[in-house]
């Protein structure tokens, strides 16, 4: 199963500087998880005390995880998940 | 009520208007899915936050922070700080916006117009640097009143008591309201509005996805969420590209007749992907969005020319809602 995850330039230092990389997961914990596996470090960056940091906004297909279930969202093949920094508007 | 003693006083009560041709309209099993659009480009400088704004430069008086002669203090990427310098020129304050340097040069022009000071924040970081720069000024100059839309609450009140109650009278069926998510003002506001009056109304969120520049913060630590924000009050969240928000700023144009802002075609695509569930699941659905503002501020941005592939990449790297 693969999904794309698209990096912020944030957390390229992690993918090598790769602004998307292929994981997988049945949900966004598993996919997470995964990631951790081929880019050590990046996991502490997006979780911290068992949920998403603050400033860290996760989307799959376009819809902000956090009111689809959160790290529990589950995936399916195709998928596409967007990492971004939290940042103003207005 | 058309008549008004200063226009001042002509703020809100905007029309809400019906999508006929992008609507689903009524289907094979009889239920019916419509798109309102709520027109907030006809509010006195042309877009939604003359709302908000009037509401805290109104309190910020109630309260004596704003006395006569104070200076306003404001981080925006245009439209509040349109609305902040027309409201200034005519209560008679003078006003300094921070803004991003990615920013429409229309709205730079109409604020110069109004009597607005710009100081330009770095464009990376967007929005963010604005608040970060607008918070050291302040340090500066105490004396100086920001009023800090991020977190006022009579920015959601705004909403509360005006775009809400609007709405509801204008569409007491409605089932769904779509806004964009910047200050989460609009959505925080109508959205307790509604939880009181018809707790049912879903609230949907759209947030517009800049170019890769406007997210180059140094570190995360720097990430911004404003004071206003509730998630609670939300149901949905949707990150809406430039490449979906051209398109239907152009399709609203094209099937409608209506000349929206770019941030509308965001908030239109969100509206209907609400559309097609509706009509998925079965569900007759009245769907309220805003019109944030009209396209004026952003020709020069070339949003409305050329190809869609071509709109998208001048956008790259602008604030462009």
């Known amino acids: 199963m693969a999904i794309e995850v698209r990096i912020p330039t944030i957390l390229r230092t992690y993918t090598d500087g790769a602004k998307a990389v292929d994981a997988s997961g049945e949900t966004l914990t598993a996919l997470i998880d995964d990631l951790e596996v081929n880019h050590p470090g990046i996991k502490g960056r997006l979780i911290e005390n068992g949920d998403l940091r603050r400033f860290v906004n996760v989307y799959i297909n376009d819809e902000d995880v956090r009111f689809i279930g959160g790290l529990e969202a589950t995936l399916t093949d195709g998928d596409q998940v967007v990492v971004l920094p939290a940042v103003a508007g207005g | ?321």
Not at chain 2, 122 to 132: D, F, T
């Open chain 2, 1 to 321: 009520m058309t008549r008004y003693d200063s226009l001042l006083a002509s703020v809100g009560g905007t029309p809400l208007i019906g999508l006929p041709r992008m609507s689903p309209g009524v289907q094979p099993d009889g239920t019916h899915v419509r798109l309102w659009a709520k027109m907030e480009d006809r509010n006195p400088t042309g877009s939604i936050k003359d709302r908000p704004a009037l509401r805290m430069i109104e309190q910020a008086e109630a309260d004596g922070t704003l006395r006569p002669g104070c200076t306003i203090l404001e981080p925006t990427s245009g439209n509040t700080g349109i609305s902040l310098a027309m409201a200034a020129k005519l209560k008679g304050y003078r006003i300094v916006c921070v803004m991003p340097e990615n920013t429409s040069e229309e709205r730079r022009q109409l604020l110069r117009m109004w009597g607005a000071e710009i100081i330009s924040s770095p464009a990376a970081g967007g929005s963010n640097e604005a608040v970060r720069v607008a918070k050291q000024v302040a340090g500066e100059h105490p004396d100086w009143v920001m009023l800090y839309q991020y977190g006022n609450e009579a920015n959601a009140l705004a909403h509360e008591e005006g775009t809400g109650p609007e709405l509801l009278a204008d569409l007491p069926t409605i089932t769904h309201f779509v806004a964009g998510l910047g200050t989460t003002g609009t959505l925080m506001g109508v959205s307790r509005f509604f939880r009181g009056a018809k707790p049912d109304v879903r609230i949907v969120a759209a947030e517009p996805r800049y170019g890769e520049l406007v997210y180059g913060l140094r570190n995360l630590d720097e990430g911004f969420v404003p004071e206003l924000y509730d998630a609670s009050l939300i149901d949905s969240r949707f990150s809406v590209g430039p490449r979906d928000a051209v398109r239907r700023v152009r399709e609203l144009l094209e099937l409608e007749g209506i000349f929206a802002g770019i941030s509308t075609g965001a908030i239109l695509h969100a509206a209907l992907g609400q559309a097609a569930k509706a009509v998925k699941a079965g569900e007759s659905a009245d769907i309220a969005f805003v019109v944030c503002d009209g396209g004026w501020k952003y020709l020069s941005t070339g949003a409305y020319e050329g190809t869609v592939d071509e709109a998208e990449d001048r956008l790259d790297g602008q604030l462009w809602a």
